[in-house]
């Protein structure tokens, strides 16, 4: 079997199974498009037998085949798109987890004999071959499959995965020949000269939240060596994400991380990826950050542009646990990291306490604080769960004062991590640093005798106070300041008095179901509404003052009048 008679024949079976799966024409932008573009999709295609299967049974075969035809050498990216894109969907109509499983390791045994690495199509997709480790940006596992394609133009519904939607939209993957130049700058220090190359940063802040006297936002030149430790410079530039700095000590170029490959969808941000997966063939980086926005100037790698061009993943749901609030896992081992690694080792009270302590400490702690505030049960299911922690604190006669040290430095941490800061969010946290700590010192004292095998305890927001639960003072307050009320002895209007109470934003989060500033639309619904506002449950990021309430309840007993 030639591979263009091949694919011509793929092609010809994929063009009548989008007819019998139902519904729409799944197979159209993402298997036959990329396909049909292929030279040899012109071929006359090869007579197959099996067209009378069901149509699941007939896409999970295409699925196998586009697989042995794209584990030969020489397969085409349009070839690779459409095999990714086969792959899902067969995996998606595994009957139960198990058929799954059975479904990836058979397609992951045909193309076993792959490299892993990334390629960027040609103003299309990255596609990713052979990658086992993809999480979202709570650092939660994505489910994999040994070919996918990943979204580069940021326009696809199905995000982290290519829908075709670059095709519709004309993506194009060059470089803007404006870009920062790609060079690598010298910044010589007394002890650590920091290597910076402009050209290739994601401007993911990192380095300048952590270490803003070395990495100075805003000034010229960016790096000032001379601000900082080196010990302090050295895991700044580890922590860059981009591969943009490194540093170099007497001449010699400190050794990248030795990490397990991984690629990490960052939230309204780029892909970043660790571990050294080769990428176009190059695998001279262990890590590295990809456009996902589709707006880079320096396409395939971020450069930053999702920030200005607004780039942002659909929101959190409308009661995120504090584990999201927080920005997940990523964002709990950077502040992790941050506490052990820098403030634990210069402090003098502290220091001594953890010189012993596991080089896996900070994930360790991180993974206790995810599931503590609501994540994947990762401290349970990787770390030994409350019985291993209690443990760790059993018999070490913790003082009050370590304890206050402890969470004063750790809350110095959640800021240079850049955790949330907003009143909510830090009220929660804290709260759940004072418990935790002040029960690790009981725990701690001799003759201690802890509650055993108890689940890893959950915390949540403080007395319901969530985000969203109340108007911020330093919200724009343009929507308030044009609120008239009317006299007591004017007649209540509509147009006057209470279409200004509703902000377009809660226009648009009911105009599923009626307009806000159509008079005889809140007429219809004026008991309903009336109803949600007096129970707290209208607006949804916190109630009305009472006069405004009071205001409307007026309005409808005089009869709603325009
Ligand atoms: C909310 C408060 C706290 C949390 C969530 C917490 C969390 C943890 C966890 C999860 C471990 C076990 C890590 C492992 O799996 O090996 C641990 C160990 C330990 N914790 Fe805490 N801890 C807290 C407070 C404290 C305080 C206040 C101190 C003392 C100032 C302390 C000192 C230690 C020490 C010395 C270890 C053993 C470290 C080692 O040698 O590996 N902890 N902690």
Redesign the pocket.
């Known amino acids: 079997m030639s591979i263009s008679m091949s694919i011509a024949g793929l092609l010809a079976r994929a063009r009548l199974l989008n007819r019998d799966l139902a519904p729409g024409e799944p197979l159209a932008e993402t298997v036959i498009r990329p396909l049909a573009a292929l030279p040899e999709a012109a071929a006359e295609p090869e007579p197959y037998a099996t067209e009378n299967g069901s149509p699941t049974d007939r896409l999970w075969e295409l699925a196998r085949d586009a697989t042995r035809l794209r584990a030969q050498p020489g397969a085409t990216e349009g070839l690779i798109e459409a095999t990714a894109a086969l792959q899902h969907l067969a995996c998606l109509f595994a009957e139960d987890a198990d058929a799954l499983a059975a479904r990836i390791a058979e397609l992951a045994d045909i193309q076993a004999d792959l490299e892993t690495r990334i390629d960027g199509a040609l103003d299309g997709p990255y596609l990713v071959t052979n990658a086992t480790k993809i999480t979202n940006w709570l650092g939660e596992p994505i489910q994999t499959f040994p070919q996918m394609a990943l979204c580069r133009c940021g326009q696809s519904a199905t995000k982290p995965l290519c829908d075709g939607s670059h095709a519709r939209h004309g993506f194009s993957g060059a470089k803007d020949p404006d870009r920062v130049p790609d060079r690598q700058d010298t910044h010589e220090g007394v002890q650590v000269t920091v290597l910076d190359n402009r050209g290739i940063c994601a401007h993911s802040g990192l380095c300048t939240d952590r270490l803003s006297t070395v990495f100075r936002q805003g000034e010229e030149p960016f790096v000032a060596p001379s601000g900082g430790r080196s010990d302090e410079i050295i895991r700044a530039v580890r922590a860059c994400p981009s591969g943009a700095l490194h540093y170099a000590i007497d001449g010699l170029k400190g050794p990248d991380p030795v990490r397990e490959p991984k690629i990490e969808v960052s939230k309204d941000g780029p892909y970043r990826i660790s571990g050294g997966i080769p990428l176009d063939g190059d695998d001279s980086r262990e890590h590295y950050s990809l456009c996902r926005c589709g707006h880079s100037r320096n396409k395939p790698f971020c450069s930053g542009m999702h920030y200005y061009v607004g780039f942002v993943d659909p929101p959190l749901s409308d009661e995120p646990t504090l584990f999201e609030w927080a920005g997940g896992l990523p964002a709990l081992t950077r502040m992790t990291h941050i506490f052990y690694d820098k403030y634990v080792p210069q402090d003098d009270l502290?220091a001594p306490?953890?010189a012993?302590?596991?080089p896996d400490?900070p994930e360790?702690?991180a993974a206790?604080?995810a599931e503590t505030f609501g994540g994947p049960k990762l401290?349970t299911e990787q770390?030994?769960g409350y019985d291993?922690?209690i443990a760790?604190?059993a018999g070490?006669s913790?003082t009050e004062q370590?304890?206050a040290r402890?969470?004063q430095l750790i809350g110095r941490a959640a800021d240079d991590a850049g955790l949330p800061t907003d009143p909510e969010f830090r009220a929660a946290f804290a709260g759940?640093?004072e418990w935790?700590?002040r029960i690790?010192?009981e725990n701690s004292q001799p003759g201690a005798t802890p509650p055993p095998h108890m689940p890893v305890p959950q915390w949540w927001w403080v007395c319901e106070a969530r985000p969203g639960s109340r108007v911020s003072a330093l919200s724009p307050a343009a929507d308030q300041t044009q609120i008239r009320l009317p006299a007591p002895d004017e007649p209540v209007r509509f147009t006057d008095h209470i279409r200004p109470l509703f902000r377009e934003m809660d226009r648009k989060s009911m105009s599923f179901a009626f307009d806000l500033w159509s008079h005889s639309d809140v007429t219809e619904h004026a008991d309903a509404i009336l109803d949600r506002l007096r129970g707290g449950k209208m607006p949804c990021d916190g109630a009305w003052p009472a006069e405004h309430i009071d205001l409307f309840a007026r309005w409808i007993a005089e009869g709603t009048p325009s």
Request: charged share 15%.
């Open positions: 502290l306490l953890f012993r302590m596991s400490h360790r702690v206790w604080l401290y770390y030994g291993h922690m760790e604190h070490k913790l370590w304890r402890w969470a759940y640093i935790g700590s690790a010192v």
